[in-house]
T-cell receptor
Framework: GEDVEQSLFLSVREGDSSVINCTYT??????LYWYKQEPGAGLQLLTY?????DMKQDQRLTVLLNKKDKHLSLRIADTQTGDSAIYFC????????????FGQGTTLQVKP | DTEVTQTPKHLVMGMTNKKSLKCEQH?????MYWYKQKAKKPPELMFV???????INESVPSRFSPECPNSSLLNLHLHALQPEDSALYLC?????????????FGPGTRLTVT
């Protein structure tokens, strides 16, 4: 089955860019999502990209998809302390189940 | 508005208790989900309801019993739970159950089983 991997921890300085990486194994993954989870809270959908796209930009967020390498990244420009959270990537193969496969999550620490 | 609400926010229950978790959305979504999340782990899918019918049960023990009374409401009935069932229970909804529909999550219910 699908396996989604992320590095567990990333530390950056406030104002720098953050890049969170994700790799997946199933090339038929069609929809790829990024979620943010702050301590004690639910998951907030940040952005998503479809497999027919290479890049998507939404304000400070840029998602890059390399289908050949099955690699997804989330870049956060001008990272702020409020961006400190756990970031999950998730894939879906479409179909009618709605089942998401999540990575383990990357904890982003932003130092002032 | 992409809000999913969950009550209660926190719940402490004994192993012999019966309790229920509630989830509500008013976005007109026709798919609703229950997830279980342990600390520092990703959410694990438990159940999927599509058009008020249970479409996926991820081999969840029968001490967890979902119910979808209408298209806006989703309940999770709990009975005879074990301490290892302590976790954050998340509800989510999406326009439909296909993988190309974004899932929106509620804030969760933090459950402690004593």
């Amino acid at each position: 089955g699908e396996d989604v991997e992320q590095s567990l921890f990333l530390s950056v300085r406030e104002g720098d860019s953050s890049v969170i990486n994700c790799t997946y194994t199933d090339s038929s993954s069609t929809y790829l999502y990024w979620y943010k989870q702050e301590p004690g809270a639910g998951l907030q959908l940040l952005t998503y990209i479809f497999s027919n796209m290479d890049m998507k930009q939404d304000q400070r967020l840029t998602v890059l998809l390399n289908k050949k390498d099955k690699h997804l990244s989330l870049r956060i420009a001008d990272t702020q302390t409020g961006d400190s959270a756990i970031y999950f990537c998730a894939t879906s193969m479409g179909g009618n189940t709605g089942k998401l496969i999540f990575g383990q999550g990357t904890t982003l620490q932003v130092k002032p | 508005d992409t809000e999913v609400t969950q009550t209660p926010k926190h719940l402490v229950m004994g192993m012999t208790n019966k309790k229920s978790l509630k989830c509500e959305q008013h976005m007109g979504h026709r798919a609703m989900y229950w997830y279980k999340q342990k600390a520092k782990k990703p959410p694990e899918l438990m159940f999927v309801y599509s058009y008020e019918k249970l479409s996926i049960n991820e081999s969840v023990p029968s001490r967890f019993s979902p119910e979808c009374p209408n298209s806006s409401l989703l309940n999770l009935h709990l009975h005879a739970l074990q301490p290892e069932d302590s976790a954050l229970y998340l509800c989510a909804s999406s326009q439909d159950s296909g993988g190309h529909y974004e899932q929106y999550f509620g804030p969760g219910t933090r459950l402690t089983v004593t």
